[in-house]
């Protein structure tokens, strides 16, 4: 079990900040396209519910939850039946074509102090205090975290890594999301950080701790919808300011704007020149986006092999009666398989997430599978890493490998792809 240690001063410093929860992204961004990606279970829990428990482990008191408008009573029924916490948590709705730069403006009136932000389909058993602590002693404008991708447990990209220059002070010297890119990296710079890590194969897992001052510059520079991601657009956008011609005016304005005092006796000596700072925070944590069906059966597999990391307590056991059959997987309420009369018409369930109230029958085979609740399949069918969404039936003697059934449906017998 990973327990987080902080000082008293760390602890206060997170307690100054304010939790936003990006948890939108219905549709085909979706593994699920009927609901937001927050409320995609992993391991019976709600990915929704997994960023509270470590919102709350991590010492942060205050969370807004952003929604599309159709979700924000699923939400708040999931946070009414199922979460019970001593932080403050509120639900605010945007409109659904609102990308990440314009949400933030959307929460402007709502915001008053730093804030971390967290893209709602993240698991991860970072400490979220870490980069709070950063960004508070180092007196930064926005605070990156950054995963290699070579430290393992990682998925696939699905699109080109951002291009990242890293000094040895931890500032965000060069970050580029563009994947046709030439960079140029200027003399003046090379001479300021004559120790440069370049890097592309690090991944942003979309968690940034900002000053509250962003929240002015991005309406700022928004007048014309210029600006309107925060990746792509608002970090390489102050990542090039640090070192360009207004780096000494914006930096002033931000000394003006600061939300509350910050004490001297621990906070890092800033020259007025670098006021507005870009820091990078690399982190050999898991840090994975549930951004597809491939990555969300891996996230599956991550979080059985380290349950406690994840959920403060042991994998439950397998009941009784299963435990010839089921093996490193997680089983649900109310399981039902086939009972059968000789061990060759047994099934078999490896390394899979099986929900609620689901019936399998004999001789079935379900490796590295997601079986959400009420799910149904029948005999002899062989399912290897396919996502199956709530209420949907397999029908007998169905293979299926690397699919991904969403809404309710019913397979006719022998269909599926191998």
């Known amino acids: 079990i990973h327990f987080f240690y902080r000082n008293t001063d760390a602890f206060a410093c997170a307690m100054d900040f304010v939790v936003v929860i990006l948890s939108g992204g219905i549709g085909v961004r979706s593994v699920a396209p009927d609901r937001p990606k927050g409320l995609l279970p992993i391991c019976g829990m709600p990915i929704l519910i997994h960023q509270l428990n470590l919102v709350e482990r991590s010492g942060f008191r205050d969370v807004i939850i952003v929604t599309e408008p159709d979700s924000k009573g699923a939400i708040e029924t999931l946070l009414a ?34 804030f971390i932000v967290i893209s709602g389909d993240l698991m991860t058993d ?16 926005v605070t990156v975290l950054l995963k290699d991708t070579r430290d393992g447990n990682v ?9 990242v220059g890293i000094s040895e002070d931890s500032r965000l010297v060069v970050y580029s999301t563009e994947s046709d890119r030439q960079i140029r990296v200027p003399v003046s710079l090379l001479e ?40 792509d657009q608002l970090i390489p956008a102050l990542v090039d300011a640090q070192f360009g011609s207004e780096a000494e005016e914006l930096g002033a304005r931000i000394e003006e704007h600061k939300w509350r005092p ?23 944590c898991y840090c994975e986006r549930a951004t597809s069906a491939a990555v969300y059966l891996a996230i599956q597999k991550h979080v059985i092999c380290n349950y406690p990391a994840f959920c403060g307590k042991p994998l439950p056991p397998v009941p009784q009666e299963w435990r010839s059959q089921v093996r490193d997987s997680w089983i649900g309420e109310e399981l039902r398989i086939k009972e059968v009369a000789t061990p060759q018409e047994r099934t078999s369930i490896k390394q899979s997430v099986i929900g609620r109230c689901c019936n399998i029958g004999k001789r079935c085979k379900i490796i590295g599978c997601v079986l959400m609740d009420h ?32 809404t309710a449906f019913r397979l006719a017998e022998g269909s599926g792809q191998s």
């Open 192 to 231: 300021r950080f004559p120790s440069l890590l370049m890097s592309t194969t690090c991944t942003a897992p979309h968690v940034y701790a900002m000053s509250h001052w962003v929240l002015g510059f991005l309406a700022e520079r928004n007048k014309d919808r210029n600006m309107v991601a925060i990746e």
């Open 81 to 114: 039946n199922t979460f019970e916490s001593r932080i403050h948590v509120s639900v605010e709705e945007v409109d659904m074509h609102c990308e990440t730069g314009e949400i933030l403006l959307e929460l402007r009136s709502k915001i008053h102090t730093d």
């Open 155 to 163: 998925a696939k990209p699905s699109e080109p890594l951002p291009c």
């Open 375 to 406: 799910v149904t399949v029948d005999d002899g069918c062989t399912l290897t890493r396919t996502v199956i969404c709530d209420n949907n039936f397999v029908n007998a003697n169905t293979a299926m490998t690397d699919e991904h059934m969403d």
């Open 126 to 141: 970072f400490n979220l205090a870490e980069i709070a602590d950063l960004h508070r002693t180092q007196d930064a404008t």
């Open 262 to 284: 910050v004490d001297p006796t621990w906070i890092a000596a800033i020259p007025p020149r670098d006021k507005l700072r870009v820091l990078a925070l690399r982190t050999p």
